[in-house]
């Protein structure tokens, strides 16, 4: 990654996958600035949190517009926050499939586009949204979930275009099952399955995500974008 300090945006910084990034390029001396619904114990005098609904405009405007007033840039979005809900899709409530919609998609292209305002400023930007191995698995029980992550790898090729004249790569990692909140609540024999239709039989680890947005945010990546890499030996 470059040496010098760059100012980092993380989405769902409070916990999981989120945390675990904030703490990781808060350690390497970067400016992080994270966001959530709710509020977390700041342990890095070069972290800024800031709490709101994500999916909320005027709220993700008004973040947007506190990062430029206190840092006059932005350099990397990590487009982390998302739900799942794993339900057979005669069981899913509207309410469910909406909220999925909104916070995974919609949400993630209200800050790829402000992030892209600020970026173009100095022509340089790095953006990594997450996707999902449910996406070319097809899970079942994930219709809505997988959806709106098959949504991102389209997001992401599409905005890869839109914005490379701007020097702003967009790219994509499709994790694995991880050891976070967000699969604790999975069936064993679920997750068991998932990994066995991987090429590599094991859960995911933090350090593959952050090893692979490594990869994605160096200035020697210049040249990709619009390119999804699914962890696990998934295609």
Same mark, same amino acid.
Do not use: W
């Given at each position: 990654m ?36 709710k ?33 006059s ?32 998609v ?7 586009? #402000? ?14 949204n ?19 992550k ?10 890869g275009?839109?914005?490379? #004249?701007?020097g ?6 499709g ?31 933090l ?10 945010i ?16 998934v295609?």
């Amino acid at each position: 990654m470059h040496s010098v300090q760059r100012v980092i945006l993380i989405t769902g910084a409070r916990k999981g996958i989120g945390k675990y990034l904030a703490h990781y390029y808060s350690d390497k001396g970067h400016q992080v600035i994270g966001c959530s619904r709710k509020s977390v114990n700041v342990e890095f005098d070069n972290y800024q949190h800031f709490c709101l609904d994500v999916c909320d405009e005027k709220s993700v405007l008004n973040l947007f517009s506190e990062i430029r007033r206190k840092y006059s840039h932005l350099d990397i979005l990590i487009n982390n926050a998302g739900i799942a809900a794993m339900n057979h899709a005669l069981l899913t409530p509207l309410s469910v499939a909406q909220k999925i919609m909104d916070t995974n998609v919609i949400s993630s292209f209200l800050f790829c586009r #402000e992030a892209a305002k600020l970026m173009s400023k100095n022509k340089f930007g790095r953006i990594v949204n997450f996707t999902t191995i449910a996406v070319p698995l097809k899970v079942e029980g994930e219709a809505i979930y997988a959806s709106s992550k098959a949504a991102i790898v389209t997001m992401t090729e599409i905005l890869g275009k839109e914005f490379a #004249e701007y020097g702003i790569t967009v790219n994509a990692i499709g994790p694995t099952p991880i050891e976070t909140d967000l699969i604790r609540a999975v069936p064993q024999d679920k997750i068991q399955q998932l990994l066995n239709q991987q090429s590599i039989h094991r859960l995911g680890a933090l350090q593959d995500i952050s090893n692979v947005i490594d990869f994605y945010i160096s200035s020697q990546s210049d040249f990709i974008t619009g390119q999804t890499i699914f962890l696990g030996g998934v295609s």
